[in-house]
């Protein structure tokens, strides 16, 4: 389950809880408007706008999911509205009036405590003007046993909003971990376990992000440790892979922040420079170059070769989004620096210098 899902879920509990609770007191308005307690039949306002109102609501909520009323606000509106049609129709009530208001209160109680199983506090804001309303009615006369029928459920429900609560946060922070970890192994999946440079996943996915913020002057650098498979066969393998850490270091503190470095392959690496002139491209591959000969990493077996761990390196320029021509192209005057003699940087024929 991702954060977005679990978010959907949660407005969804909401809406769910808003339609009931609207649809409940429309009823409870139709029910009002019939009640046989009052000595005459009058329409009384408050009645009529929690009808009106539940019908707007409820087709509201209904037809604009995506604009969701707040459920405090609509307790407290309608908890207002059922206040007020007590005191306006208590007058009226010829007998029974003890029975009346406690039905009242009891069918208030009934409809928070099915729609605000977990939220206190719109229980409250609806519970509350109601009781006020009833125990100032009833001058004081059951005002004892007033309380419980409030007291109660009001303590159920806060158990419940305080459990709730705790297991929302405990889901969301759950929730929290999954995704840092998910990003966490994401990005493991496109470094290079070696180097800690970026794998061809990796580069691909810095690729299209770069090329999808805008045109701009971008160059490839294709490069390739000189005689490395010499190197590793005398030396040892243990030896060659932290030859390669050394490296991919160096070329990456040769080069920009916002310039991209990947491991391309063995002991080939693919660098792209974004944003750059070409004559600052040719400085970036010469500074690269001397940063790893300046690493000092003896390879004196061989009298052919220098004395130092070197690289050569193609250069081009991006066309486009090309980046399979690119890489081709500076494949081929890595190849040629590598026939020229190595230690050497050599720009495709397509480089306009």
């Known amino acids: 389950m991702t954060s977005h899902i679990w978010h959907t879920l949660l407005k969804s509990k909401h809406m769910l809880s808003l339609c009931l609770f609207i649809l409940l007191n429309g009823l409870s308005a139709v029910?009002?408007?019939?009640?046989?307690?009052?000595?005459?039949?009058?329409?009384?306002?408050?009645?009529?706008?929690i009808l009106v109102s539940s019908i707007i609501f409820l087709s509201l909520t209904i037809f604009y999911a995506n604009r969701l009323i707040n459920i405090n606000i609509a307790a407290s509106f309608y908890g207002l509205l059922w206040a007020s049609q007590l005191i306006i129709k208590n007058d009226l009530l010829t007998e029974y009036q003890h029975l009346v208001l406690m039905m009242s209160l009891l069918s208030v109680l009934l409809i928070a405590t099915l729609s605000f199983i977990n939220n206190i506090y719109a229980f409250v804001l609806y519970c509350l003007p109601v009781y006020l309303a009833v125990f100032w009615l009833d001058n004081s006369a059951y005002g004892i046993w007033l309380i419980f029928p409030v007291v109660i459920?009001?303590?159920?429900?806060?158990?419940?909003?305080?459990?709730?609560?705790?297991?929302?946060?405990?889901?969301?922070?759950?929730?929290?971990?999954?995704?840092e970890e998910r990003e966490r192994l994401s990005d493991l999946s496109m470094l290079d376990p070696l180097t800690g440079l970026y794998?061809?996943?990796?580069?691909?996915?810095?690729?299209?992000s770069i090329m999808a913020q805008g045109k701009g002057n971008h160059f490839i650098l294709?490069?390739?440790i000189d005689r490395f498979k010499a190197y590793n066969d005398h030396y040892g393998h243990t030896m060659g892979d932290q030859t390669l850490t050394r490296v991919s270091a160096a070329i990456r503190d040769a080069v920009r922040a916002k310039d991209i470095v990947a491991r391309y392959g063995g002991e080939e690496f693919l660098v792209m420079l974004t944003d750059i002139q070409s004559s600052q491209a040719l400085q970036t591959a010469e500074r690269i170059r001397q940063y790893v000969y300046d690493l000092n990493i003896m390879h004196q077996f061989s009298t052919e070769l220098d004395n130092n761990i070197t690289i050569s390196i193609g250069i081009t320029p991006l066309q486009g989004d090309d980046?399979?021509?690119?890489?081709?192209?500076?494949?081929?005057?890595?190849?040629?620096?590598?026939?020229?003699g190595r230690n050497k940087i050599l720009p495709a024929e397509a480089f306009d210098l």
């Not at 303590?155 to 929290?176: A, S």
């Not at 794998?199 to 299209?208: E, I, L, M, T």
């Open 222 to 224: 294709l490069l390739d």
């Open 199 to 208: 794998n061809r996943r990796g580069f691909q996915h810095r690729f299209d």
């Open 323 to 340: 980046i399979e021509q690119a890489i081709l192209l500076a494949d081929q005057a890595l190849y040629k620096a590598k026939n020229h």
């Open 153 to 179: 459920p009001a303590l159920g429900i806060t158990i419940q909003y305080q459990i709730q609560k705790r297991h929302t946060e405990f889901n969301q922070r759950l929730m929290n971990k999954f995704q």
């Open 31 to 49: 029910a009002v408007l019939f009640c046989p307690f009052y000595s005459q039949q009058q329409l009384a306002l408050p009645v009529v706008l």
